[in-house]
């Protein structure tokens, strides 16, 4: 039997006083691929937020349940180490903190958490050698800090890098694909397409269909104005492609 | 492959862990501060003439001085009458001959403190001079060092042993005429270290001198003095603590450092007096002169600190390159959390011909911390073709802080070249964020951040105490966010 990774029930969320989310819903299983699709503005960079566990949100109804445990009762950090994990729209600069001791820290905290050993530096290079080579990552990338400096492209590979890395239990991918050549585009999915495993599950955000015809989506849910107001199969994003949002929304006018 | 951050694992969460008192009796001096005090002290070291003679002329200066105004830093003012100039614990007879003899609750007191006087242990491999309030109690491995001609001992005791070498270089590089804290050192100095390295030695191990407040209202004086002659070479480290009090105390010492031709003198400072309370209540007030005189061709003189404590600290570690082919070097980390204050920085003045320096500062500043740098490039007209590079960055964490910068350069010749770099940067709600997504939790997340900030100092104190460092600097920004 699948077992649910995520549920969310009727999630209303804002920012100082702004309502952003309206009542979300969403059921992620073992196995299952999803994308959230939607315009600029619409709160898909929020509800990610809120599932990493980021400050300053107000929750004002609804619940998130993570493996049936309350997800909003653990911190950022706790969820982290049960196996969520965030691929940022913006990845943050951390200067003078090279990438080695970076990523080590971040595994050696999951394995703590999970009562294994701690990797030394020898095991934990032996376990990214070949990670590196999926992502095309260069040589000296594990002794730059966290990305500073990097090009846009080099961020969302990090991204993924670390994502291959810590093997997560439910990846949320927000719009790892904008700034990406198609190259890239390639390489960053063919790094998704490795994790999917049938005990754990992706969420991949994005604005244009063009992820999604490297990372196959089981499901595609259009969020539009903080509600999901539509979800198909991958047929609904070559739709979205060719008719653009804006017919979703006369229908939703229309029925409502 | 270990990085320097790699360490940071091992964190000690805790407040300041050094802020104990040893009961013992002592045998102080009355406070306040005339004529009488000078000579007390002098009498009680059984000085020679020239010295107590040296201290008067200095106290007489020091009556016509006015205390510097210029650094940013405040408090409130200090009445020198109610200082005690002198404590020392009780001791039968001349002192302690062995370690054998020394009282057995200040072994005790610096084992504590992680600083074992037995010449075993954690650090089998330093020679340490342990100062309590003003009087040094206890010198390791004398014995080795001597073997090698090295001499290192209580400056009291080079007064007594070496009293030509004291004669000859006492106030040489810093003059008792230099500020007014110098001055006042000079009159009331109690101990401190002495260090002499003789031509062609290489140091067989890291010196170090562990100075320890004790005793309540008093004020702690010392001075060091590291000679290295010709083509010698000496590693040399300080390390202090005191007890938590309510009321601020005053240590006002004086390192002066001569380096002869070819010669190295590497100083590294690892200050962790107390830095008062959350509200700013008590803590140290650390006004220090440390100047070095590379005074041979091809000398090297390198000051390494890592500055977590004290109320107050004003301090500018310098070098007078006045060797041909001399070199200087400052590497800097201040920390200032909860309400500390610190104005430091270095100055390095090029004399002779082709000389460099090389200045890296890093301050941080959390809470209601204000963190200045100061810095003064000097390249006289003789010191044609030589060359500064100065960088200096500041950490912010949170919005109360406040880091600030002023460097000073003059340049009197068209053949040298002097380069200033400054940063500041602040550790922003998104890195944290972006750590604790990654399971890494934020204090943890903040050591990383700061311990990257501050790699290029930590790489060059020497290992045994980088790690130390690091450590005390975790302990530092310790409830710094959030
Ligand atoms: N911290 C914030 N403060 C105020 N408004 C915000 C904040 N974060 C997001 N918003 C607003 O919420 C809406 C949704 O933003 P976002 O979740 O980033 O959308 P998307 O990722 O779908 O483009 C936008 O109108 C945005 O301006
Ligand atoms: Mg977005």
Redesign the interface.
């Known amino acids: 039997m699948k077992q649910p990774i995520l549920e969310i029930t009727n999630l209303h969320a804002g920012v100082e006083g702004k309502q952003i989310l309206k009542g979300v819903n969403l059921r992620i299983t073992e196995g299952e691929v999803h994308a959230i699709m939607g315009p600029n503005g619409s709160g898909k960079s929020t509800l990610a937020a809120i599932l990493a566990g980021r400050e300053g949100y107000s929750i004002t109804e609804g619940q998130i349940h993570y493996y049936g445990k309350d997800l909003l009762e653990m911190s950022p950090e706790a969820r982290a180490r049960e196996g969520v994990f965030l691929a940022f729209q913006y990845p943050v600069e951390i200067p003078g903190v090279n990438t080695t001791y970076f990523l080590k820290a971040a595994v050696n905290e999951v394995r703590k958490h999970n009562g294994l050993s701690e990797y030394d530096a020898m095991e934990f290079l032996n376990l990214v050698k070949e990670k590196m080579k999926i992502l095309h990552l260069p040589e000296d990338f594990l002794k730059r800090p966290v990305n500073a400096g990097f090009s846009g492209g080099e961020k969302k590979r990090n991204e993924i890098f670390q994502m291959v890395v810590l093997d997560p239990k439910l990846a949320i991918l927000d719009e790892t694909d904008s700034g990406l050549d198609i190259d890239a585009l390639k390489v960053v999915s063919a790094g998704v397409n490795k994790l999917k495993r049938q005990d754990n599950a992706q969420l991949v955000i994005t604005h244009y269909q063009r992820l999604l015809d490297y990372i196959i989506p089981d499901f595609v849910h259009v969020l539009f104005n903080g509600e999901i107001v539509r979800t198909g199969g991958k047929e609904l994003a070559l739709e979205l492609e060719e008719r653009g949002y804006d017919w979703i929304l006369k229908e939703e006018l229309q029925t409502a | 492959?270990?990085?320097a951050?790699?360490t940071i694992?091992g964190f000690v969460k805790s407040e300041y862990k050094y802020g104990f008192f040893t009961d013992i009796e002592s045998d102080s001096a009355p406070p306040g501060l005339n004529e009488d005090i000078v000579q007390f002290i002098s009498t009680k070291k059984n000085e020679p003439e020239f010295l107590l003679e040296w201290r008067l002329k200095a106290y007489r200066h020091w009556l016509k001085m006015e205390e510097p105004k210029w650094p940013k830093v405040s408090y409130p003012k200090i009445d020198f009458q109610k200082i005690v100039y002198y404590s020392a614990p009780k001791r039968k007879g001349d002192g302690p001959k062995s370690l054998d003899e020394v009282d057995p609750k200040l072994l005790e007191t610096y084992e504590k403190l992680g600083i074992p006087l037995r010449e075993r242990g954690r650090l089998a491999g330093v020679a340490v001079d342990a100062v309590f309030d003003s009087v040094s109690v206890a010198t390791t491995f004398k014995g080795t060092l001597a073997a090698k001609g090295v001499i290192f001992c209580s400056f009291s005791e080079a007064v007594h042993e070496h009293p030509d070498l004291i004669k000859k270089y006492l106030g040489s590089v810093v003059p008792y005429t230099d500020n007014f804290y110098a001055a006042l050192n000079s009159a009331v100095f109690s101990d401190g270290s002495f260090c002499f390295i003789p031509k062609g030695v290489r140091c067989p191990m890291e010196l170090s001198t562990y100075f320890r407040i004790n005793a309540a209202n008093t004020g702690q004086f010392e001075r060091t003095l590291i000679v290295a002659e010709e083509s010698s070479h000496v590693s040399y480290l300080e390390g202090c603590t005191a007890p938590m009090r309510d009321e601020n105390q005053l240590h006002a010492a004086v390192v002066e450092l001569v380096a002869l031709d070819n010669a190295e003198i590497k100083y590294s400072t690892v200050q962790n007096w107390y830095p008062g309370d959350e509200e700013g209540r008590g803590g140290i007030y650390n006004f220090v002169t440390k100047r070095g005189l590379c005074k041979g061709r091809k000398s090297k003189i390198s000051w390494t600190q890592v500055e977590t404590g004290s109320a107050i600290t004003w301090k500018y570690p310098s070098v007078v390159l006045q060797g041909e082919n001399s070199t200087g070097e400052f590497y800097s980390v201040a920390v200032t959390n909860n309400y500390q204050q610190a104005d430091t920085g270095t100055k390095m003045v090029h004399v002779g011909k082709n000389t460099r320096s090389t200045i890296i500062s890093k301050g941080i500043s959390a809470k209601h911390g204000q963190n200045s740098y100061r810095g003064l490039v000097k390249i006289q007209k003789g010191a044609t073709g030589s060359r500064n590079f100065s960088q200096c960055d500041s950490l912010l964490i949170g919005n109360k802080c406040g880091a600030h910068t002023f460097p000073y350069i003059e340049v009197k010749n068209t053949s040298s070249s002097v380069e200033h770099e400054a940063t500041t940067?602040k550790i922003?709600?998104?890195?944290i964020?972006?750590?604790?997504?990654?399971?890494?939790?934020t204090q943890?997340a903040v050591n990383?951040?700061v311990?990257?900030?501050c790699?290029e100092v930590f790489k060059e104190l020497p290992m045994e105490f980088a790690v130390e460092a690091q450590k005390l600097l975790g302990v530092s920004l310790e409830g710094s966010v959030g």
């Open positions: 492959m270990t990085t951050t790699e694992e940067s922003g709600e998104d890195q964020f972006y750590c604790n997504s990654r399971g890494i939790e943890d990383m951040i311990n990257g900030f790699k």
